[in-house]
């Protein structure tokens, strides 16, 4: 959701803030905001509705400096993207405040505070938590004491960083459910809500925890505890480079991520295989001791990461004999779920911070699972953290708000623990070997599979005039389109479905006519012939076929039917990765020729840390 960035320093800050939103723009662009404490001691701002570059033109046009700052740029919850609704919110010209999150008490607070004659001038929830910061204030005297009272009336989640005109020397943050970072510079100290807005000017983090509270000078960060100790917190050294998240020659970065793919699933193989087995220390010290009793899993996610999890119920089934449930996390978390005995509790999220995600682990913890195990591309996260198990997938940061390479890294990670489970539960050695060999060609079939781009931009041009698409698979190529579906709807705004193709007579063949193209991902496995049939039902009603299919299936191009043809011999623990990158390629080109905003779709975020 919203992106953070505060610092405080020897030098004018303006320059930090900005190129830190920039940065983190990818997590919200619906609005953005300054506010910075003048050399003269007063608070002064600059908002803009739209992305940071409307504001950083706004900043060369009116200029503004000082020592210390915060910065925002919203996805709007509370309050419609505008002006007056974006952070930073300020309160009788004394206190900043940026927020990222929601508070679920902002009623009972604002009546609250408006007897107490604050006036109110946005519909966000956020301008609630700076009069209570301010009022705080007027009591202490301390930014930080007045911060650590005000959290404690707080319910729901929140990052938040404060900045104040009669505590000037500092910025303070609270954590609570959305992630903070503070940054050690020299002679300058900075704090954000993620690494990559601080990468240009430090690598030296320390991550808050729930309930804590920083405070941020020039000469020094202090962190307590939500009961206000002092609390020690890791001092970490980042190992990402300032330019990993820079896009390079790729004109987006979705394309950029799309094409890291071979190298990102390589990495996330490397360490754990050996040519012949899955290594699972990779999964953490516990796992030799958890892994070999599970007779259940239960796999929770959002959004494309719920796509990798309805995946990897074949790799869990079919490949471990075990039985598996898959659920997006918003459901399972109000769900009271029965839990056999010895289930292990799978959570897959790319950021390790989407709210439902991290609820349902919490949850899940409470239900008496065997264990909990992540698969996440943010080692720092929460998920993370709170999971007895992990096994990172390293895809490296993704920006595009449409996920690519984290999709495939997950399955990359999925496979090995579905080997690692059939193992357990009576695999051969041989088979695991088979099993190992097929998996690690994968970024080498990826890679001969992106070489189908110029062709796939050719299709494209079917699609860019239409409102609506189509995209059939059969048994683990179904979830695979609807990731493909997710991906058109996401970036190109073009109404797409996704059906196991069995499906489609009892519904969705009525909308079929020339207009509505239908997909169809066709590897050649035991539902071929079946799939065939189906495609059969589409032609006949005049639909536009495009089939994505194995060389050796027997797909001819004809009147009605165009037909990609895929890298030969993809595995069937293969094809889902594989027959990912197109469809991948296909809404990207789509949304191109639509002209829409690739990396940053409207109404969207990266990473959802609100309910
Ligand atoms: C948002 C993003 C999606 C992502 C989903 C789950 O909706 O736009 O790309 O799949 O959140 O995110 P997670 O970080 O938990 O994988």
């Given at each position: 959701?919203?992106?953070?960035v505060?610092a405080?320093?020897?030098?004018d800050?303006?320059p930090?803030?900005v190129e ?18 003048t050399?003269?001691?007063q ?26 700052g ?9 309050g ?25 008490n ?10 107490k ?6 519909e966000?929830d ?12 007027k ?6 004491a007045?911060m ?8 729901g ?5 404060a900045v104040?005109?009669r ?9 609570m459910?959305?992630p ?29 925890e729930e309930g ?5 000078r020039?000469s ?11 609390a ?18 790729y ?8 094409y ?5 699933i ?9 040519g012949?087995?899955v290594l699972?220390a990779a999964m ?7 892994l ?5 899993v ?23 004999k075990?039985?598996?449930t ?7 978390r ?6 056999p ?8 999220s790319?950021?390790g ?5 991290l ?8 239900l008496g ?10 080692p720092e ?15 490296g ?5 449409a ?12 496979s ?33 599979t992106?070489?189908?781009e ?11 005039d239409?409102?609506?698409a189509?995209f ?5 190529t ?11 709807k996401?970036?190109s705004?073009?109404?797409a479905?996704?059906?196991?193709a069995?499906?489609?007579?009892h ?9 509505m ?11 071929l012939e ?9 032609r ?26 895929m890298?030969?011999h ?13 469809l ?21 975020a ?6």
């Amino acid at each position: 959701m919203c992106g953070i960035v505060g610092a405080v320093a020897a030098r004018d800050v303006t320059p930090i803030l900005v190129e830190g939103l920039r940065r983190l723009e990818y997590r919200g662009y619906d609005s953005a905001g300054v506010a910075l404490l003048t050399q003269s001691g007063q608070l002064d701002r600059r908002r803009a509705q739209g992305k940071v570059q409307q504001l950083a033109d706004g900043i060369a046009q009116q200029p503004i400096s000082g020592l210390r700052g915060i910065a925002h740029t919203r996805w709007a919850t509370h309050g419609v993207p505008s002006e007056r609704n974006a952070h930073p919110h300020f309160s009788e010209d004394q206190v900043a405040l940026v927020h990222n999150g929601i508070i679920e008490n902002h009623d009972e607070l604002r009546s609250e505070l408006r007897a107490k004659g604050y006036h109110f001038t946005s519909e966000t929830d956020t301008e609630v938590v700076v009069h209570l910061v301010n009022e705080c204030l007027k009591q202490s005297g301390s930014l930080l004491a007045a911060m650590q009272t005000a959290v404690k009336r707080l319910h729901g989640a929140y990052a938040i960083v404060a900045v104040a005109a009669r505590d000037p020397d500092c910025v303070v943050a609270a954590r609570m459910g959305c992630p903070v970072v503070v940054g050690h510079g020299d002679n300058e100290n900075y704090v954000a809500s993620d690494v990559q807005a601080l990468l240009p000017v430090t690598r030296r983090f320390q991550f808050l925890e729930e309930g804590d509270v920083a405070e941020v000078r020039q000469s020094g960060i202090r962190i307590f505890d939500a009961s206000g100790k002092p609390a020690e917190r890791a001092l970490r050294e980042s190992t990402l480079s300032a330019d990993s998240v820079e896009r390079g020659e790729y004109a987006h970065y979705m394309l950029k991520e799309i094409y890291e793919q071979p190298r990102a699933i390589a990495d996330t193989l490397a360490e754990r295989i050996t040519g012949k087995s899955v290594l699972e220390a990779a999964m953490g010290p516990k796992a030799q001791a958890i892994l070999p009793r599970v007779r259940n899993v239960h796999i929770v996610a959002c959004g494309t990461s719920y796509h990798a999890g309805l995946i990897a119920r074949y790799y869990v089934e079919q490949g471990a004999k075990l039985p598996c449930t898959v659920e997006v996390a918003s459901e399972y978390r109000y769900r009271d779920p029965v839990v056999p005995a010895d289930t292990l509790f799978v959570a897959i999220s790319q950021s390790g911070e989407t709210a439902d995600t991290l609820a349902a682990l919490r949850e899940a913890r409470k239900l008496g699972y065997l264990a909990t195990c992540a698969i996440c591309n943010v080692p720092e996260s929460s998920l993370v953290r709170e999971a007895d198990l992990t096994l990172m997938t390293r895809a490296g940061p993704e920006i595009g708000v449409a996920s690519t390479k984290a999709f495939t890294t997950q399955l990359a990670a999925l496979s090995l623990l579905g080997i690692v489970l059939a193992r357990h539960n009576g695999m051969d050695a041989m088979t695991e070997a088979a099993f190992v060999k097929q998996i690690a060609h994968v970024p080498e079939i990826v890679e001969h599979t992106l070489k189908l781009e110029p062709q796939i931009k050719e299709w494209a041009k079917h699609f860019a005039d239409k409102r609506h698409a189509l995209f059939l698979g059969r048994g683990p190529t179904y979830p695979v389109a609807l990731e493909g579906a997710l991906k058109l709807k996401e970036i190109s705004y073009i109404h797409a479905e996704a059906y196991p193709a069995g499906e489609l007579k009892h519904g969705p063949l009525a909308l079929v006519d020339a207009d509505m193209p239908v997909i169809a991902v066709a590897p050649n496995n035991a539902l071929l012939e079946k799939l065939k049939s189906n495609l059969q039902e589409v032609r006949a009603r005049g639909g536009q076929l495009f089939v994505f299919a194995d060389p050796n299936t027997g797909f001819k191009a004809e009147d009605g039917v165009e037909v990609m043809l895929m890298p030969e011999h993809i595995e069937a623990i293969q094809s889902p990765l594989v027959y990912t990158v197109p469809l991948q390629l296909l809404a990207y080109h789509v949304a191109v020729l639509r002209g829409t905003d690739v990396d940053q779709p409207r109404n969207l975020a990266k990473s959802v840390t609100v309910e």
